[in-house]
């Protein structure tokens, strides 16, 4: 039993190395080539909608971490048994680990933009994890070879673990250093924002902050990996039923007028109070000016399919898009370049779409087609091609269950009424009585969410507190409660608290 237990822990090594080392590899290359990111992307790309919804709600940002570890230990059990086979044949337990890699090199080829080129980290681990296989192998045989040799074995292991963690962190670190922002310099906006009112940030604790520090603002896409691109590099082609297709580049699209706006982008995944909304302030070409450019006068086109670097794709309702609302192509956000995680270099934002049909990252290619001819991304999954964000309230303070002293307790949080003119007003419920209007923070324009409180006065006891808002158009937010999938969660955000006696 410890000789297996040993062998299994050289399986283990020999594949951290082999990891370690591809991860590096990776980092000076493509990151997403790394071969667990790979695997747990491909996972990513195949998990149905519904674990993926379930996995969201669960764990929240932290499916990730979650899912890649899962394929890590799941890797490091097969690379046990690796290692066990290895001390009988030494081929038969590097062969797994070949066979291994070869899943790996499979995941990172399916990936959309996938070339030969990408399978370098791949190769590092197919050759550095059966070597390291076979070091141990022979440095174990001469250990306990009569003359001994235990000093070596010892050392041996110790270097491999080295290599594994240096290999590691030397990947982490390059990946970091590289996602470090571009020093470019935007041009000013031909139309200005107006200044965004103060907040009640200072006067309402507990409450969203009124413009999202660019750091704190909520980052949902498909990947593991930050993609790396050059604002040199970058190139937006324009194609599909277009009167001719055109390639801008980045200077040419900052030489376009630029317009400045306040928008909150919501993502569709939020359950009803959920957090992923987020209001910055963003600078960007007009869709239409680009469109233009390629001439869509003629077009039978009902969507716009945008492209990512990286081959994914997310369509949105050209009627939409194009109905005089301000939708972009962003390239700066809070008045700095878009953070790489944002989008970097450039991004679609369209107030009013959910982010899933409207916000493509990193995107390199507008293609004008039809719904029929054309599927993206999540409309495969099934989700919804037409998601207006729905009309909806959250609060934030107090916290669902919080313990509060009786007496004067504030109420606050945030509404969100995108393409309805804005909020208008906000009402406030407690124990089911009736609804009691709520103050209302500024207004940052019909886009952009506004914070609202209100004062109560608490009694012992335990209380449910409801929220609703009304959109400047009249529309009052629905107590008919919905899941994010297909189009957005509805539904009332309730939460309850106690109140000492
Ligand atoms: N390329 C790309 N763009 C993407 C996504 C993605 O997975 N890939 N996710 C979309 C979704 S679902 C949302 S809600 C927004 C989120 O933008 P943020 O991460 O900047 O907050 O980006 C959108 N753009
Ligand atoms: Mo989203």
Redesign the pocket.
């Known amino acids: 039993m410890r000789k297996h237990l040993l062998w299994a822990g050289y399986g283990v090594l020999a594949t951290l190395v082999g990891i370690g080392l591809a991860h590096l590899a990776a980092a000076l290359t493509t990151p997403a080539t790394s071969p667990v990111l790979a695997v747990g992307s491909a996972v990513i790309d195949r998990t149905p909608t519904p674990v993926k919804e379930w996995a969201i709600r669960n764990f929240g940002t932290a499916d990730k971490v979650i899912l890649v570890g899962s394929v890590l230990a799941g890797v490091l059990v097969l690379a046990a048994v690796a290692g066990v086979l290895a001390r009988r044949r030494l081929a038969v337990g590097a062969g797994l680990l070949v066979a291994l890699v070869a899943v790996a090199a499979g995941a990172v080829l399916t990936r959309p933009e996938a070339g030969v080129t990408d399978l370098l980290p791949c190769l590092v681990a197919a050759v550095a994890a059966p070597l390291a296989l076979r070091l141990l192998a022979r440095t174990h045989r001469t250990a306990h070879a009569p003359d001994g040799g235990r000093r070596t074995l010892l050392l041996t292991t110790l270097a491999l673990t080295a290599t594994a963690a240096l290999g590691g962190v030397a990947g982490r670190t390059v990946s970091r250093l590289r996602l470090r922002p571009e020093d470019i310099s935007l041009p000013a906006p031909a139309e200005p924002a107006p200044p965004l009112p103060r907040g009640l940030d200072d006067q309402v604790p507990g409450i969203t902050r009124f413009r999202t520090p660019t750091t704190d ?7 593991l990996d930050v993609p790396v691109i050059s604002a040199e590099d970058w190139a937006l082609t324009i194609d599909g039923d277009v009167d001719h297709q055109v390639t801008i580049t980045f200077d040419e699209l900052l030489a376009m007028p630029l317009i400045e706006r306040d928008i909150t ?5 939020n359950s009803v109070g959920g957090p ?1 909304v ?1 209001g910055a302030r963003w600078l960007g070409v007009r869709l239409t000016d680009v469109l233009d450019r390629a001439g869509i006068g003629q077009t039978r086109a009902d969507q716009i399919l945008s492209t ?3 081959g ?1 794709t ?1 369509s949105t309702p050209l009627a939409l898009a194009t109905d005089g609302r301000d939708a972009m192509l962003a390239v700066g956000m809070n008045g700095r370049p878009l953070p790489r ?3 970097f270099p450039v ?2 934002v369209v107030p009013g779409l ?3 049909i ?6 390199t290619r507008l293609t004008l087609t039809t719904y029929a001819a054309q599927d993206a ?2 409309t495969r999954r099934g989700w919804a091609t037409d998601a207006p964000i729905k009309l909806a309230a959250r609060i934030d303070t107090p916290r669902a269950l919080a313990q509060l002293d009786p007496g004067d307790v504030v109420v606050g949080g945030v509404a969100w009424a995108q393409e309805r003119g804005g909020v208008q007003g906000v009402q406030v419920r407690i124990d089911g009585g009736a609804w009691v209007d709520a103050q209302l923070g500024p207004d940052g324009g019909a886009d952009y969410w506004r914070q609202w409180f209100h004062r109560w006065s608490a009694t012992p006891g335990s209380h449910r507190i409801a929220v609703r808002a009304t959109a400047a158009d009249g529309e009052v937010q629905t107590a008919t409660r919905a899941e994010p999938f297909p189009d957005g969660a509805s539904g009332l955000h309730e939460l309850l608290v106690q109140v000492r006696g």
């Open positions: 603002f909520y980052r949902v896409d498909t990947r982008l919501t993502c569709v995944s992923y987020g990512d670097v990286d994914m997310i995680e944002h989008g991004r679609m959910y982010g899933f409207s916000a493509t990252k990193w995107v991304y999540w």
